[in-house]
T-cell receptor
Framework: AQTVTQSQPEMSVQEAETVTLSCTYD???????LFWYKQPPSRQMILVIR??????QNATENRFSVNFQKAAKSYSLKISDSQLGDTAMYFC????????????FGTGTRLTIIP | GAVVSQHPSWVICKSGTSVKIECRSL??????MFWYRQFPKQSLMLMAT?????????EQGVEKDKFLINHASLTLSTLTVTSAHPEDSSFYIC?????????????FGPGTRLTVL
């Protein structure tokens, strides 16, 4: 079974600063996907960024980037130039690359951007 | 693209009644949808995987007779909470699977808050 660990229950950072959220996972699989989802106070889950395990290059989406270390089974999310709208719960998730696979979520990190 | 809707967004019902929650993929077809439950300040807990035209696959510990799932079309899955009790009060979220291979991703509905009195 796969497990996803987010060791930072809560974080806060000043607006415009950079923040990194940590995520580690445990799997015996070699082919899988990793995701970061954001859940703002509205509780709508929003896909932030995804990574294919077979890709060495780290994914980037505007101010969001990841540091994917496959050997260390680490998948951290960096938010640059943080904005008030980034305040949310952030969930790291794992999915095996086998057809109808489900997402395994971490426990989440509550991020607060301070004005 | 990849918009998922849920209806209703919130519902209050009396203990013993049944409640149906709809999950629709608005601009794509989804052969697979997922139903989650989320308690306050906790992560999402997968309840079941819903496949169009076949029976849902329930996670261990989820009562299939209490949480009835029907995936009647490629754009609609429903979750019916039968004989609801206060302990069933929770936030229910659905997601729909889009793409395959490298583009395989789940998009989520806005959730339904169920309160059972």
């Amino acid at each position: 079974a796969q497990t996803v660990t987010q060791s930072q229950p809560e974080m806060s950072v000043q607006e415009a600063e950079t923040v990194t959220l940590s995520c580690t996972y445990d799997t015996s699989e070699n082919n899988y996907y990793l995701f970061w989802y954001k859940q703002p106070p509205s509780r709508q889950m929003i896909l932030v960024i995804r990574q294919e395990a077979y890709k060495q290059q780290n994914a980037t989406e505007n101010r969001f980037s990841v540091n994917f270390q496959k050997a260390a089974k680490s998948y951290s999310l960096k938010i640059s130039d943080s904005q008030l709208g980034d305040t949310a719960m952030y969930f790291c998730a794992f999915m095996r690359n086998f057809g109808n696979e489900k997402l395994t979520f971490g426990t989440g990190t509550r991020l607060t951007i301070i004005p | 693209g990849a918009v998922v809707s849920q209806h209703p967004s919130w519902v209050i019902c009396k203990s013993g009644t049944s409640v149906k929650i709809e999950c629709r993929s608005l601009d794509f077809q989804a052969t697979t949808m997922f139903w989650y439950r989320q308690f306050p300040k906790q992560s999402l807990m997968l309840m079941a995987t819903s496949n169009e035209g076949s029976k849902a696959t329930y996670e261990q510990g989820v009562e299939k007779d209490k949480f009835l799932i029907n995936h009647a079309s490629l754009t609609l899955s429903t979750l019916t909470v039968t004989s609801a009790h206060p302990e069933d009060s929770s936030f229910y979220i659905c997601s729909a699977r889009v793409g395959s291979g490298a583009s395989d991703t789940q998009y989520f509905g806005p959730g339904t808050r169920l309160t059972v009195l």
